[in-house]
Structure formats: structure tokens, C-alpha cells
């Protein structure tokens, strides 16, 4: 059974940091891109960042560009996202994803809250 699980949400400060781990197990994303997504209550999900398979190539959402770095380690079957300069906008449920052919496998998500 192929599993994302997602950690590393949780409450902080505007302009703090936080760093989200997706640890993949069942199978290994080594060999695809993977990336992140979040959603906030009443909003629309939105696409956050990707990588590719060998790390080598990164899209940024606008609203995160040059906060957050997705990047990952295939020997572990780990992606992360390290979130800097935090915003309340930022708010929102985290979800991972991993591409495989012909299917994409999602994580369940970890929240994170950006408030004082």
C-alpha cells in the first residue's frame, strides 16, 4: 500500500519558519516529480511548489517564491518544504503529492496556522 505522510505543520508567528516533511513508503518516488499544495478554508487549493526527479528543476507558486524551497532526498523517500518569512496567508492544510505513471498519490495533509 502506498502511503504519503505528511509532518511538520503547526502553529507559528508571522515571519517565522517552519519545515514540512512528506516521508513516501510502498513505493519510491525516486523517479518522478513530487511536490506540495495547500488549501485554506473557503479557498480554492493551490498549487504551493514541485521538484523533479533528480531535484535538479523547481516551480514555485507566485505567492511563495523566494519564501519556501521544496527539495527532497530519494534515499529516503522524503520531500520537504522549508517555509520562511511566514505570512497569515500562508495558512492553510499541506498536502504532498508524488506522481507516478498514469496516477497521482496524495498524503493527507498537515496544518499549518500562521497567526499571532
Known amino acids: 500500500q502506498v502511503q504519503l505522510v505528511e509532518s511538520g505543520g503547526g502553529l507559528v508567528q508571522p515571519g517565522g519558519s517552519l519545515r514540512l516533511s512528506c516521508a513516501a513508503s510502498?513505493?519510491?518516488?525516486?523517479?518522478?516529480?513530487m511536490g506540495w499544495f495547500r488549501q485554506a478554508p473557503g479557498k480554492e487549493r493551490e498549487f504551493v511548489a514541485h521538484?523533479?526527479?533528480?531535484?535538479?528543476?523547481?516551480v514555485y507558486g507566485g505567492s511563495v517564491k523566494g519564501r519556501f524551497t521544496i527539495s527532497r532526498d530519494n534515499a529516503k523517500n522524503t520531500l520537504y518544504l522549508q517555509m520562511n518569512s511566514l505570512k497569515p496567508e500562508d495558512t492553510g492544510t499541506y498536502s504532498c503529492f508524488g506522481d507516478a505513471v498514469l496516477r497521482r498519490y496524495w498524503g493527507q495533509g498537515t496544518q499549518v496556522t500562521v497567526s499571532s
Open positions: 521538484i523533479s526527479w533528480s531535484g535538479e528543476s523547481t
Open positions: 510502498g513505493r519510491t518516488f525516486s523517479g518522478y516529480t
